[in-house]
């Protein structure tokens, strides 16, 4: 799988819009993007993958350059609940399960 | 609630002691995996089964062995751990239907301290 490159962290005002970035200029054209959030001592949750059109859900939206060497999360409305680690992750579609490899992500400080 | 649970949540075990944790899809998906996250760590995947059959392990010590009897259950027995293994075990599955990119659903984790 590729390698993605994220900030270590970010912070964002409650109500604001939070956008996080993600590199992956390595991405080949069968890998999808896929963004997990962890939540201190919780699981990973999913929250939105894409191949290469730009992605909404009732959670995010998820804005893949064309070249889909970079991507972008956006939480539209930060909640004190977003803050969280979060994951970007590059993932080849092979027939079967292949597992996530998770980096280090950015954590998101959403401040009151 | 993903709909995958893990038992217990939280676990002290000395280095002596035989344990298992247990978790239970209830999503109807055919792959489970164990992941193990150490404290400031990134996610390390330990097992994945598919369809009941390991295809995955992850250089894994033995004293960590898994178990699947069925497609809803995973578990993974633990005995003679040392401290290092402290960590918060994940499991998670997904459908393991050869389903390009599908997703994995994690549960809450077990929070394990071996003393």
């Known amino acids: 799988d590729a390698k993605t490159t994220q900030p270590p962290s970010m912070d964002c005002a409650e109500g604001r819009a939070a956008n996080l970035p993600c590199n992956h200029s390595?991405?080949?054209?069968?890998?999808?993007v896929y963004w997990y959030r962890q939540i201190h001592s919780q699981g990973p949750q999913y929250i939105i993958h894409?191949?290469?059109n730009n992605e909404t859900n009732e959670m995010a939206s998820l804005i893949i350059t064309e070249d889909r060497k970079s991507s972008t999360l956006i939480l539209p409305h930060a909640t004190l609940r977003d803050t969280a680690v979060y994951y970007c992750?590059?993932?080849?579609?092979?027939?079967?399960?292949?597992?996530?490899?998770f980096g280090k992500g950015t954590r998101l400080s959403v401040i009151a | 609630e993903t709909g995958v649970t893990q038992t217990p949540r939280h676990l002290v075990m000395g280095m002596t002691n035989k344990k298992s944790l247990k978790c239970e899809q209830h999503?109807?998906?055919?792959?489970m995996y164990w992941y193990k996250q150490s404290a400031k760590k990134p996610l390390e995947l330990m097992f994945v089964?598919?369809?009941?059959?390991?295809?995955e392990n992850n250089s894994v010590p033995s004293r960590f062995s898994p178990e699947c009897p069925n497609s809803s259950h995973l578990f993974l027995h633990l005995h003679t751990l040392q401290p290092e293994d402290s960590a918060l075990y994940l499991c998670?599955?997904?459908?393991?239907?050869?389903?390009?990119?599908?997703?994995?659903?994690f549960g809450p984790g077990t929070r394990l301290l071996v003393l």
């Open positions: 998670a599955s997904s459908l393991g239907q050869g389903a390009s990119g599908e997703t994995q659903y």
């Open positions: 390595t991405i080949s054209g069968n890998e999808y």
């Open positions: 894409g191949l290469k």
């Open positions: 992750i590059v993932r080849v579609a092979l027939s079967g399960n292949t597992p996530l490899v």
């Open positions: 999503l109807g998906h055919n792959a």
């Open positions: 089964y598919n369809f009941k059959e390991q295809t």
